[in-house]
C-alpha cells in the first residue's frame, strides 16, 4: 500500500510538473523576445500562427515574436513581422506582440475583460476611431453607453493605419481573428 501512494504521489508530481512546462511554453500575448533573432519577415495575413508554423517547420529556430501591423517600422514598412530567433531569450511585457517557443503552437488567452485574438461580428451601431490606439478606450466607450452591450477594437494596421472601435447592441459569438480584441459589457 505504500509503495502504491509513493507511486501515486510521484505520478501526481510528475503531472503537474509537465503541466506547469506546457503552460509556460505556450505563446504568450503581450511579450517580446527581444534578441536572439536571425531572420524576420512580412507576415501579409497579419496572423501570429504563421510566426509559430514557421519555426516550427524551421530546424534553427528556437523562438519567435509576431508584432502586429503598425507596431514596428522597418525602413518605412509597418506590416506585421514575424523575428525567429536562434536561442530562447528572456520574456518582456510588450502590447505590440506575441512571442513563444518552438513547439509551443500558439494559445491567445483571453484573460480578464479583454478576449485577445477575437472579432464579435455584428451588432454594429456605432464605430469610430479612439483618440489613441488602446483598446481600453473601446471598452470604456461601450461601458459608458446603455444601449452597449459587447465592442470590438481592430489594431492599427488591419482596417487602415488607425484603429478603429465597434459598439455592438447585442452579444454575438466570438471569432478567432488576430486583428482584434473585443468584449462583453452586459
Do not use: H
Not at 62 to 70: D, H
Not at 115 to 141: H, L, S
Amino acid at each position: 500500500m505504500a509503495v502504491a501512494l509513493s507511486r501515486f504521489s510521484v505520478t501526481i508530481s510528475a503531472l503537474c510538473w509537465l503541466a506547469a512546462a506546457i503552460v509556460s511554453a505556450a505563446a504568450q500575448t503581450g511579450t517580446d523576445r527581444p534578441g536572439g533573432d536571425y531572420t524576420r519577415f512580412v507576415v501579409p495575413s497579419g496572423d501570429p500562427k504563421v510566426c509559430a508554423a514557421r519555426c516550427d517547420r524551421d530546424p534553427r529556430c528556437r523562438a519567435w515574436t509576431f508584432s502586429y501591423p503598425g507596431t514596428v517600422s522597418i525602413r518605412g514598412n509597418s506590416s506585421a513581422m514575424c523575428w525567429l530567433k536562434s536561442e530562447v531569450t528572456p520574456r518582456v511585457e510588450n502590447a505590440c506582440c506575441v512571442s513563444g517557443v518552438k513547439g509551443a503552437g500558439l494559445v491567445e488567452l483571453r484573460p480578464g475583460p479583454i478576449e485577445n485574438a477575437i472579432d464579435r461580428t455584428g451588432g454594429d451601431y456605432r464605430n469610430f476611431v479612439p483618440a489613441k490606439p488602446d483598446p481600453q478606450m473601446c471598452k470604456q466607450a461601450c461601458e459608458d453607453e446603455n444601449r452597449c452591450r459587447a465592442w470590438t477594437y481592430v489594431r492599427p494596421g488591419y482596417l487602415g493605419s488607425n484603429p478603429r472601435c465597434y459598439l455592438k447592441d447585442r452579444v454575438t459569438r466570438p471569432r478567432r481573428k488576430p486583428c482584434c480584441m473585443s468584449g462583453v459589457v452586459r
